[in-house]
């Protein structure tokens, strides 16, 4: 099952990578620019993670396939130019993907240095959604997962779910398929739906 | 004291979770917008303190009151939305009470790593002030902090304040309280007399 | 050599301090704000590359000549105000110096870590261009670097030619000269001839 989930790891990755390539061509970035919020898309959530969990050098520097995931991706992105958003659907549904593995990829870490599962779900969450926000942070963007989509809600169901199956006693081998599902599943009916999480009124 | 020190530490990050969750409010940002500027706003300044010493897991992962704390102020600044505002000289006071507290934990944390003086004072203005910095960032604000208020010189006096007195042999039971309250009465009157920073004219 | 280096690296650092603290003064910010800046643009990029790399606490804070570096800059920039980019040319010669000079220095690091020449490419741009980037996000503004100027590109020039020199077999004493002239006179000729990298037309 791990082999899998890291293939999925590697697409998901590809996709944020695309996601964050998209936003720099819109913004007239140029090459360096483009590769730069790519970068931070794509690998900027499990960073944040492994830094604070003080797991350093940081994961994707002892596995270079990582690197080359996402210059690929922006090559890819480079050629097709915004055709690729012809493959929107696609598109979507691997970003779901992608979500849902970096939820269970960032609690699995957690877990094993020991730490409590209120910050496993957290560090689930900041490694699936921190990319995305850091992406519109530097695109001087105000940050759309904070105030728009059902992104970080979905990746908490997920993280929640996978936490109370451990505690039950679940084999992984079922609790993860399932999160991982649940978050993609949440994430296609908010937007298909226009779940939109409430805002307060001052 | 340290007791003492701990449950001002802790009312602290309850403030300065309610200040992000109140500019989350204003910016219209939904319920997990809210939350992370709660978050990034108690925690931001401790646990960039913490990756820049290398203290990981940062700190708070190895005493979760401090979620439950910053989730309560969330909870809380919701029920009474922006009514609490009407407590507006409670929370500065709170407020100041917490630049003052992170100040003097920052300076101790890094003494303790056998780093200098100058470092130390660093620490201590960080840990106090770039949780209100990041929440501007990620709110897409210009930083009120580096443009507004006296908040980092109430800092900066406080910290200078207790190095000077460990020089001197003055003992922590008589410096640390002396420098909390310097930062907090700093703060307190240049709110009051409109004390600004001069800024450099072009 | 690496004493010269050193010299320059400090140069580099007072420069860069120099660019944080004018663009604080464009922006009005206070005395505070100026620091924050200038500490951020000279240090920014390094101290992201320490954090990624593990390397904690982060360098310049075992070595405070970093710190007085930068605040001397402040000073000066002060008091000379803005009529010190009279001294525009000579500033921009030392502030391509530094790029080149930063860009050896977190390539040599990463290096002598075992992390592979990809990543040792990646960490000499970002200790050289991270900072930049850093002071643009925390004045709220799109950063140049990522959409105008050729200058990671011209760092990315001399970390590939300094990788490539070492699996040729030639001596760092000449690769590392050879490698920061080459950024500087990319850099200098980039600004001259007004070179800038495509931009995608979407």
């Not at 899998?4 to 819109?26: H, P």
Request: glycine fraction near 8%.
């Amino acid at each position: 099952m791990w082999n899998l989930i890291y293939i999925l790891d590697l697409t998901g990755t590809f996709v944020f990578a695309i996601s964050g390539a998209l936003s720099g061509i819109e913004k007239k970035y140029d090459i360096f620019g483009i590769l730069f919020l790519a970068f931070i898309t794509a690998i900027g959530g499990g960073t944040t993670r492994d830094i604070l969990l003080g797991i350093t050098p940081v994961s994707w520097m002892n596995n270079i396939i990582y690197l080359y995931v996402i210059i690929a991706a922006v090559v890819v992105t480079f050629f097709t130019k915004t055709k690729i958003m012809k493959w929107r659907k696609t598109l979507f549904l691997f970003d779901s993907i992608g979500l849902g593995v970096f939820t269970v990829a960032g609690i699995k870490k957690t877990l094993e240095l020991g730490l409590s599962w209120e910050v496993a779900i957290m560090m689930g969450v900041i490694s699936a959604t921190l990319g995305g926000v850091l992406r519109d942070v530097f695109n001087n963007d105000k940050p759309l997962i904070l105030h728009k989509e059902i992104y970080a809600t979905a990746c908490f169901a997920g993280a929640l779910l996978i936490m109370i199956a451990s505690y039950l006693g679940i084999p992984v081998v079922i609790s993860v398929p399932v999160s991982i599902i649940t978050v993609i599943l949440i994430r296609i009916f908010a937007v298909k739906y226009e779940w939109t999480l409430p805002v307060i009124k001052e």
